[in-house]
């Protein structure tokens, strides 16, 4: 009963769809048209504010009258008269909140306005208010890192929780960003990743920074120090991901939001990321790939996005996946549109659709004027059937706002429109006699807006109003507005737009100008001119006479150098004194108001004056054209040639002007040869004719010569009939007889019109005729369907008739066909290729040209239980008379449906019975993974995963395995047959440290498949072989060292390798390639010293390499012939001389402080009751900054007690006590300013005692640098 309903509402939905059309009440434009509100801005429904700033709630609305506002927060009414920080603008519902008396979170809520006025109630969105965050960074003890070079590391960041959440980024001290890449990279949640660790990652200044944006704050961690070790190497290792962990993870987005997934992996070497789906192909549009390939971005996610993601990190030792399975929620959203107002006149019937999507599938609401719709007055007009409400014979009164709320688990949309009941004449908005402008052969388009309930219906009249304008060339538009598809001088003139509803008829009138276009009849030429020479651009145009042109020249496209030497006139461009810089290409464009055209040439600027040679130059115009031997319809013209310019004339071309019907356009009308001097023109009748001649040479042609006197030929009846004439239908009872038209050249005389005929075909039926003027088409009404015809089109004008019309033929509309084809079968040929056979469907049930035919199949399901139903419809035409056709690229082992239609130039005939199919078996796809587990020094395990396409019954499994040796040449090829329900295998009886390739397929009763690859090693066994070298020997010579040693292994690269004796485990092992040779001499080693020296054999990069016993080398010292600067006398008389002055020195810093010498700050104390105090620096004697640490050291630069300490009192007093309210600066190198006060007397004594106590090493020292 329920499924009856809806059908019945979606039979009424579409007989009413017809009957309406969304209206806007033009409140602008329409004075004192009612209208219930329409919300025109409201705030976004998260509403994240600033603390700083004060509060602005959106609320905008339109309406007649215009509507009041109210608020509510948080579900309940809002007072926000009574509140004193709260002010509502005037003319709108935007609150205002001054957060200057209150804070900012005591208006955190949910807020919802409402506009109504006396026809409805509109209500906006929930705006959740909340307020910005941007919290400190808790307070933590940074333990310093230390890790093993070589060894994975990950340094939190672990922001605080902002509102919005904050952009996270690593910085040194030095506020430069910390370098990243394939090794090092940031994680989406702000941590820092290291797929290995390097020396060179040693540092102290690892800072996370978090930046929040609303607030454009930035929060600081405190700084990481991070000391990597090189103790012992680490092995390279295969990878393992960091994030996500497992081998599979599932993550959930929402559609039209970004979708980020991230695998981080370690690894030695550094692993590469690479990411693929599972289920189909990644978008390569909406796809990026940031942070090295770590994190992959979707924007923009749509359903199609959802499936399996597998990301895989690999390095040189082996690979690693992970799946992350991506789910697509939709929050609701519109299919066709939100709900659009309805203006509807008394009596008249409307709909308002509610049509919106999402997952999981939304619910919907509605309500009127606010208030649940069924807790609303019951109305006999109005009918609720799920997403729509439809309304029948509607009354005055009945005006409404209606809401429609969509939710689901991910958000809602709320749309408000309104049903406004009004009764009003027509209105033309378009203003009256506006003049539209356009040129020739240009689109008019001429606006008629209106307005009126109900909705008027519009019609155009041109002039005197004979006929309404509806057909070529005149189209209306829904919207009112008359299209001229190609615009003719003929089309000009006055336009009549008539609105008509039953309440009456409104009238305006509009003007169009067609404009002749503006050309360049005279274009710039190509010059070569000599540099300080002139030249001279010319750019004549022809335009409309009513249009003002505009002439505008450019160099290269810029604008002209503004140099006094480009001279411009009305049509040309003069450059004198022309320089090389003047070369380029110049362009003259001529602009209207309406249309433009331009024109360019080049100028070449060459060095100097040619050598004089014969100048070879276009001809010069003829002249003294003369007319004699005139005609009806002939004349003899004759003139006399210019100057060849040493080439000569190759031909005469002879044009005419026509200035009855084509004033001002030249045409070709002959040529003769460049020996003759006079033509015999044939003319037509009704013609004004000018002829003007053009000499050509090698050069070019001249310029034409001056016109002729006018020659006018007497009318006459046409001499040819129209062209291109054709029948056709443009409906299923109609036939229309086109052609193309004569021109007023061919008419040959005023008055011209066609005679049109027409007749059914087979038919001993007499001509029917019609008489046509001023167009090119005539529709013949109540035809038979498709019959063929018989056309003529005779020109006739007022002096008689063109000759007899050739015979047309053509056919009326076509409808579309009433019978499907009969004795449909399929013969399966294999798995993937069906062949569908029919028979002919009679050519009078086709009622049409017969296009053709189509077949429709689709994949019903497949025979195999784990293949998902298919029921998207394929289909295949065949165009022509066929009787069968195939279907290709079939799905094996599955059922299909088809059926077959016929197609004529109208459409498809009816469907034939639908049949179906079934498909053989056919050979599997390939297993979907093939994976190497637990190898080990003589075995293996094979995993792998059923084919994804059975197509049939999986038989078995072939898996083909064969070594590879260090050359990748392949070995013997070993062939293992696997049963049906097996998914793994063990190979036992494999080569240690050996290379191998797998090959598996699946197979079915058809065959196999292809096969799916991989490779692997087996492991070294723990007791390595023995090494492949013997007699390692050496020799040391003068010239070095000589290895000499036996090989008997297969690895071909062979070093020799050499280190210090005593070397530690960070230096590297010098090594030399010596493939194919039994010694080396090694040169490098340097003498007195003891070396370690084996030798190296290396093979594939998965096996270990073999290495010989070490060789300990002493290389013999070599005397030094160096002379020792040590034992030198000049030397030592140098050492002995800095000596004394030192001590000279320190005699004199001893008397002088003995005699009562003071510090320089000690007279500063003197001098001034309040003196300052700076303690003294090392390096330079002035007086730095002050030192007070944990660990009680002396002030830098001051003096020390000679028993090296420092008492408490005097190093752990605050700062503040030696200045007046303890304010400081600091100086311009960064150390403390203070103000010594003179705390206390026993202070001053104490240092009066200081500077004359007995003398010890260190004061002595200051007293230097002092005097220094």
């Given at each position: 009963?329920?499924?009856r309903?809806?059908?019945d509402?979606?039979?009424?939905?579409l007989?009413?769809?017809?009957?309406?059309?969304?209206?806007?009440?033009?409140?602008?434009?329409?004075?004192?048209?009612?209208?219930?509100p329409?919300?025109?801005?409201?705030?976004?429904?998260?509403?994240?504010?600033?603390?700083?700033?004060?509060?602005?709630?959106?609320?905008?609305?339109?309406?007649?009258?215009?509507?009041?506002?109210?608020?509510?927060?948080?579900?309940?009414?809002?007072?926000?008269e009574?509140?004193?920080?709260?002010?509502?603008?005037?003319?709108?519902?935007?609150?205002?909140?001054?957060?200057?008396?209150?804070?900012?979170?005591?208006?955190?809520?949910?807020?919802?306005?409402?506009?109504?006025?006396?026809?409805?109630?509109?209500?906006?969105?929930?705006?959740?208010?909340?307020?910005?965050?941007?919290?400190?960074?808790?307070?933590?003890r940074?333990?310093?890192?230390?890790?093993?070079?070589?060894?994975?590391?990950?340094?939190?960041?672990?922001?605080?929780?902002?509102?919005?959440?904050?952009?996270?980024?690593?910085?040194?001290?030095?506020?430069?960003?910390?370098?990243?890449?394939?090794?090092?990279?940031?994680?989406?949640?702000?941590?820092?990743?290291?797929?290995?660790?390097?020396?060179?990652d040693?540092?102290?200044?690892?800072?996370?920074?978090?930046?929040?944006?609303?607030?454009?704050?930035?929060?600081?961690?405190?700084p990481?120090?991070?000391?990597?070790?090189?103790?012992?190497?680490?092995?390279?290792?295969?990878?393992?991901?960091?994030?996500?962990?497992?081998?599979?993870?599932?993550?959930?987005?929402?559609?039209?939001?970004?979708?980020?997934?991230?695998c981080?992996?370690?690894?030695?070497?550094?692993?590469?990321?690479l990411?693929?789906?599972?289920?189909?192909?990644?978008?390569?549009?909406?796809?990026?790939f940031?942070?090295?390939?770590?994190?992959?971005?979707?924007?923009?996610?749509?359903?199609?996005?959802?499936?399996?993601?597998?990301?895989?990190?690999?390095?040189?030792?082996?690979?690693?996946h992970?799946?992350?399975?991506?789910?697509?929620?939709?929050?609701?959203?519109?299919?066709?549109?939100?709900?659009?107002?309805?203006?509807?006149?008394?009596?008249?019937?409307?709909?308002?659709?509610?049509?919106?999507?999402?997952t999981?599938?939304?619910?919907?609401?509605?309500?009127?004027?606010?208030?649940?719709?069924?807790?609303?007055?019951?109305?006999?007009?109005?009918?609720?059937?799920?997403?729509?409400?439809?309304?029948?014979?509607?009354?005055?009164?009945?005006?409404?706002?209606?809401?429609?709320?969509?939710?689901?688990?991910?958000?809602?949309?709320?749309?408000?429109?309104?049903?406004?009941?009004?009764?009003?004449?027509?209105?033309?908005?378009?203003?009256?006699?506006?003049?539209?402008?356009?040129?020739?052969?240009?689109?008019?388009?001429?606006?008629?807006?209106?307005?009126?309930?109900?909705?008027?219906?519009i019609?155009?009249?041109?002039?005197?109003?004979?006929s309404?304008?509806d057909?070529?060339?005149?189209?209306?538009?829904?919207?009112?507005?008359?299209?001229?598809?190609?615009?003719?001088?003929?089309?000009?003139?006055?336009?009549?737009?008539?609105?008509?509803?039953?309440?009456?008829?409104?009238?305006?009138?509009?003007?169009?100008?067609?404009?002749?276009?503006?050309?360049?009849?005279?274009?710039?030429?190509?010059?070569?001119?000599?540099?300080?020479?002139?030249?001279?651009?010319?750019?004549?145009?022809?335009h409309?006479?009513?249009?003002?042109p505009?002439?505008?020249?450019?160099?290269?496209?810029?604008?002209?150098?503004?140099?006094?030497?480009?001279?411009?006139?009305s049509?040309?461009?003069?450059?004198?004194?022309?320089?090389?810089?003047?070369?380029?290409?110049?362009?003259?464009?001529?602009?209207?108001?309406?249309?433009?055209?331009?024109?360019?040439?080049?100028?070449?600027?060459?060095?100097?004056?040619?050598?004089?040679?014969?100048?070879?130059?276009?001809?010069?115009?003829?002249?003294?054209?003369?007319?004699?031997?005139?005609?009806?319809?002939?004349?003899?013209?004759?003139?006399?040639p210019?100057?060849?310019?040493?080439?000569?004339?190759?031909?005469?071309?002879?044009q005419?002007?026509?200035?009855?019907?084509?004033?001002?356009?030249?045409?070709?009308?002959?040529?003769?040869?460049?020996?003759?001097?006079?033509?015999h023109?044939?003319?037509?009748?009704?013609?004004?004719?000018?002829?003007?001649?053009?000499?050509?040479?090698?050069?070019?042609?001249?310029?034409?010569?001056?016109?002729?006197?006018?020659?006018?030929?007497?009318?006459?009846?046409?001499?040819?009939?129209?062209?291109?004439?054709?029948?056709?239908?443009?409906?299923?009872?109609?036939?229309?007889i086109?052609?193309?038209?004569?021109?007023?050249?061919?008419?040959?005389?005023?008055?011209?019109?066609?005679?049109?005929m027409?007749?059914?075909k087979?038919?001993?039926?007499?001509?029917?005729?019609?008489?046509?003027?001023?167009?090119?088409?005539?529709?013949?009404?109540?035809?038979?369907?498709?019959?063929?015809?018989?056309?003529?089109?005779?020109?006739?004008?007022?002096?008689?008739?063109?000759?007899?019309?050739?015979?047309?033929?053509?056919?009326?509309?076509?409808?579309?066909?009433?019978?499907?084809?009969?004795?449909?079968q399929?013969?399966?040929?294999?798995?993937?290729?069906?062949?569908?056979?029919?028979?002919?469907?009679?050519?009078?049930?086709?009622?049409?040209?017969?296009?053709?035919?189509?077949?429709?199949?689709?994949?019903?399901?497949?025979?195999?239980?784990?293949?998902?139903?298919?029921?998207?419809?394929d289909?295949?035409?065949?165009?022509?008379?066929?009787?069968?056709?195939?279907?290709?690229?079939?799905?094996?082992?599955?059922?299909?449906?088809?059926?077959?239609?016929?197609?004529?130039?109208?459409?498809?005939?009816?469907?034939?019975?639908?049949?179906?199919?079934?498909?053989?078996?056919?050979?599997?796809?390939?297993?979907?993974?093939?994976?190497?587990?637990?190898?080990?020094?003589?075995?293996?395990?094979?995993?792998?995963?059923?084919?994804?396409?059975?197509?049939?019954?999986?038989?078995?499994?072939?898996?083909?395995y064969?070594?590879?040796?260090?050359?990748?040449?392949?070995?013997?090829?070993?062939?293992?047959?696997?049963?049906?329900?097996?998914?793994?295998?063990?190979?036992?009886?494999?080569?240690?440290?050996?290379?191998?390739?797998?090959?598996?397929?699946?197979?079915?009763?058809?065959?196999?498949?292809?096969?799916?690859?991989?490779?692997?090693?087996?492991?070294?066994?723990?007791?390595?072989?023995?090494?492949?070298?013997?007699?390692?020997?050496?020799?040391v010579?003068?010239?070095?060292?000589?290895?000499?040693?036996?090989?008997?292994?297969p690895?071909?690269?062979?070093?020799?390798?050499?280190?210090?004796?005593?070397?530690?485990?960070?230096?590297?092992?010098?090594?030399?390639?010596?493939?194919?040779?039994?010694?080396?001499?090694?040169?490098?080693?340097?003498?007195?010293?003891?070396?370690?020296?084996?030798?190296?054999?290396?093979?594939?990069?998965?096996?270990?390499?073999?290495?010989?016993?070490?060789?300990?080398?002493?290389?013999?010292?070599?005397?030094?012939?160096?002379?020792?600067?040590?034992?030198?006398?000049?030397?030592?008389?140098?050492?002995?001389?800095?000596?004394?002055?030192?001590?000279?020195?320190?005699?004199?810093?001893?008397?002088?402080?003995?005699?009562?010498?003071?510090?320089?700050?000690?007279?500063?104390?003197?001098?001034?009751?309040?003196?300052?105090?700076?303690?003294?620096?090392?390096?330079?004697?002035?007086?730095?900054?002050?030192?007070?640490?944990?660990?009680?050291?002396?002030?830098?630069?001051?003096?020390?007690?000679?028993?090296?300490?420092?008492?408490?009192?005097?190093?752990?007093?605050?700062?503040?006590?030696?200045?007046?309210?303890?304010?400081?600066?600091?100086?311009?190198?960064?150390?403390?300013?203070?103000?010594?006060?003179?705390?206390?007397?026993?202070?001053?004594?104490?240092?009066?005692?200081?500077?004359?106590?007995?003398?010890?090493?260190?004061?002595?020292?200051?007293?230097?640098?002092?005097?220094?």
């Open positions: 009963m329920m499924a309903r809806r059908m509402a979606a039979l009424l939905v007989f009413l769809g017809h009957l309406v059309t969304a209206l806007e009440v033009p409140l602008d434009l329409l004075e004192g048209l009612p209208q219930p329409t919300i025109t801005h409201q705030s976004p429904k998260d509403f994240i504010i600033d603390p700083r700033e004060n509060i602005i709630i959106h609320c905008d609305a339109k309406g007649k009258p215009h509507p009041s506002f109210s608020w509510t927060r948080n579900g309940t009414h809002f007072d926000t009574n509140d004193p920080n709260v002010n509502m603008r005037s003319h709108s519902g935007t609150l205002v909140v001054d957060i200057s008396r209150e804070k900012a979170e005591h208006y955190e809520g949910v807020y919802q306005c409402t506009a109504r006025n006396k026809h409805g109630t509109a209500v906006s969105n929930n705006v959740v208010v909340r307020q910005s965050r941007s919290p400190l960074w808790s307070k933590e940074v333990k310093p890192i230390v890790v093993q070079e070589g060894v994975s590391l990950m340094l939190p960041c672990r922001p605080p929780a902002g509102l919005p959440p904050p952009i996270i980024f690593w910085m040194d001290n030095n506020f430069q960003r910390l370098p990243q890449g394939k090794r090092v990279s940031q994680s989406l949640n702000g941590d820092l990743y290291f797929s290995n660790v390097r020396k060179e040693s540092r102290n200044d690892y800072i996370c920074y978090a930046r929040f944006p609303h607030t454009q704050t930035i929060q600081q961690k405190q990481i120090t991070v000391r990597v070790l090189n103790q012992a190497p680490v092995d390279e290792r295969r990878p393992i991901f960091l994030i996500p962990s497992g081998s599979s993870s599932s993550k959930m987005v929402l559609r039209g939001h970004i979708l980020e997934m991230e981080i992996a370690e690894g030695l070497p550094t692993p590469e990321i990411w693929s789906k599972v289920s189909g192909d990644l978008p390569a549009m909406r796809t990026s940031l942070h090295y390939n770590k994190t992959l971005r979707i924007v923009n996610v749509s359903e199609s996005d959802a499936g399996d993601y597998r990301c895989k990190a690999r390095n040189q030792l082996g690979t690693v992970h799946t992350i399975h991506v789910a697509v929620k939709a929050a609701p959203y519109w299919i066709s549109g939100a709900p659009r107002n309805l203006v509807l006149a008394p009596g008249e019937n409307g709909v308002l659709t509610c049509r919106a999507s999402g999981p599938k939304p619910s919907i609401s509605w309500a009127m004027n606010g208030i649940p719709i069924e807790n609303s007055p019951k109305d006999l007009s109005r009918k609720v059937e799920d997403d729509t409400i439809i309304f029948t014979d509607v009354q005055t009164g009945s005006s409404a706002v209606y809401q429609c709320n969509v939710s689901n688990d991910y958000g809602y949309l709320l749309s408000n429109a309104f049903v406004n009941v009004l009764s009003e004449p027509p209105r033309v908005l378009t203003e009256a006699n506006k003049v539209y402008q356009v040129i020739t052969n240009s689109k008019a388009l001429i606006d008629c807006s209106s307005f009126g309930s109900p909705i008027p219906k019609t155009w009249f041109k002039d005197s109003r004979s309404t304008l057909g070529d060339p005149y189209f209306v538009h829904d919207n009112g507005t008359l299209e001229i598809n190609v615009a003719q001088a003929q089309n000009s003139g006055k336009y009549t737009c008539a609105a008509r509803n039953s309440l009456g008829i409104y009238e305006n009138h509009v003007y169009l100008e067609v404009k002749e276009p503006t050309r360049i009849v005279k274009q710039p030429e190509y010059k070569v001119v000599q540099r300080g020479r002139s030249v001279v651009f010319e750019c004549k145009v022809k409309d006479p009513s249009l003002i505009t002439m505008t020249w450019l160099k290269d496209d810029g604008e002209l150098p503004d140099d006094e030497r480009l001279i411009v006139d049509d040309s461009l003069t450059i004198t004194d022309v320089t090389e810089n003047d070369a380029g290409v110049y362009t003259c464009i001529m602009n209207t108001t309406l249309d433009n055209d331009s024109a360019s040439a080049e100028l070449t600027v060459v060095e100097g004056t040619p050598t004089p040679a014969v100048v070879y130059e276009r001809p010069d115009p003829p002249t003294d054209l003369e007319l004699t031997d005139q005609k009806k319809r002939s004349v003899q013209l004759t003139w006399t210019g100057d060849e310019h040493n080439s000569p004339t190759q031909k005469f071309l002879i005419y002007e026509d200035s009855l019907h084509h004033r001002g356009q030249w045409h070709n009308l002959t040529e003769v040869p460049g020996t003759k001097t006079t033509v023109l044939k003319l037509s009748p009704h013609a004004h004719y000018t002829f003007r001649v053009l000499a050509l040479n090698a050069e070019g042609f001249s310029r034409p010569s001056f016109p002729s006197r006018v020659y006018k030929t007497d009318p006459a009846a046409p001499d040819e009939n129209p062209t291109g004439v054709r029948g056709f239908g443009t409906e299923h009872n109609n036939l229309v086109s052609w193309t038209p004569l021109t007023g050249f061919q008419s040959n005389g005023p008055g011209l019109h066609y005679k049109v027409w007749r059914q087979a038919v001993d039926l007499d001509w029917t005729s019609v008489t046509v003027a001023n167009n090119s088409q005539f529709v013949v009404s109540g035809t038979p369907t498709f019959v063929p015809y018989e056309l003529k089109v005779q020109a006739v004008n007022d002096h008689g008739a063109g000759p007899e019309p050739a015979i047309a033929h053509g056919y009326s509309g076509e409808d579309l066909p009433i019978a499907a084809p009969e004795n449909v399929a013969v399966v040929l294999n798995s993937t290729l069906a062949e569908i056979h029919w028979d002919h469907v009679p050519v009078n049930l086709i009622r049409g040209h017969l296009k053709g035919y189509k077949v429709y199949y689709w994949k019903k399901h497949s025979l195999h239980k784990h293949n998902p139903d298919h029921m998207e419809k289909i295949l035409t065949f165009s022509g008379n066929h009787s069968h056709g195939m279907l290709p690229g079939l799905h094996p082992f599955s059922i299909y449906s088809f059926n077959v239609r016929v197609y004529n130039g109208k459409g498809e005939g009816p469907v034939s019975p639908t049949q179906q199919f079934k498909t053989p078996e056919g050979v599997p796809g390939p297993p979907t993974s093939l994976v190497v587990t637990n190898p080990n020094l003589d075995s293996l395990t094979l995993e792998w995963s059923p084919p994804r396409e059975h197509n049939g019954h999986i038989t078995g499994y072939t898996l083909r064969q070594p590879v040796n260090n050359s990748n040449e392949l070995g013997p090829v070993e062939e293992l047959a696997l049963t049906a329900n097996e998914t793994s295998v063990t190979l036992p009886h494999l080569k240690y440290s050996t290379y191998y390739k797998f090959y598996l397929n699946a197979k079915t009763v058809t065959g196999a498949g292809p096969a799916i690859s991989q490779e692997a090693v087996t492991i070294v066994d723990e007791v390595r072989p023995a090494s492949p070298f013997g007699n390692v020997s050496s020799l010579g003068e010239d070095g060292a000589l290895i000499s040693w036996e090989y008997w292994g690895e071909k690269n062979v070093y020799v390798e050499y280190i210090l004796e005593n070397s530690e485990g960070e230096e590297e092992w010098q090594k030399e390639l010596v493939n194919g040779s039994q010694n080396v001499m090694l040169k490098d080693l340097k003498g007195g010293l003891s070396y370690r020296v084996r030798l190296v054999a290396k093979g594939h990069h998965d096996q270990l390499p073999h290495c010989s016993k070490e060789l300990l080398v002493t290389v013999p010292a070599v005397a030094s012939r160096q002379v020792d600067i040590a034992t030198q006398g000049w030397f030592i008389g140098l050492m002995c001389a800095i000596a004394l002055l030192i001590l000279i020195l320190l005699i004199i810093c001893f008397i002088q402080r003995n005699k009562g010498g003071k510090y320089p700050v000690k007279e500063k104390e003197d001098a001034h009751t309040d003196p300052e105090f700076q303690p003294m620096k090392d390096d330079d004697c002035t007086f730095g900054e002050y030192s007070d640490n944990e660990d009680h050291k002396p002030l830098k630069g001051s003096r020390t007690p000679s028993n090296g300490t420092v008492k408490r009192d005097d190093s752990d007093d605050s700062l503040v006590d030696y200045g007046d309210g303890g304010d400081g600066q600091f100086n311009e190198d960064g150390s403390f300013i203070g103000q010594y006060s003179g705390k206390s007397a026993s202070r001053d004594t104490a240092e009066g005692h200081e500077s004359s106590e007995a003398p010890s090493p260190i004061n002595a020292m200051n007293s230097l640098n002092s005097f220094v």
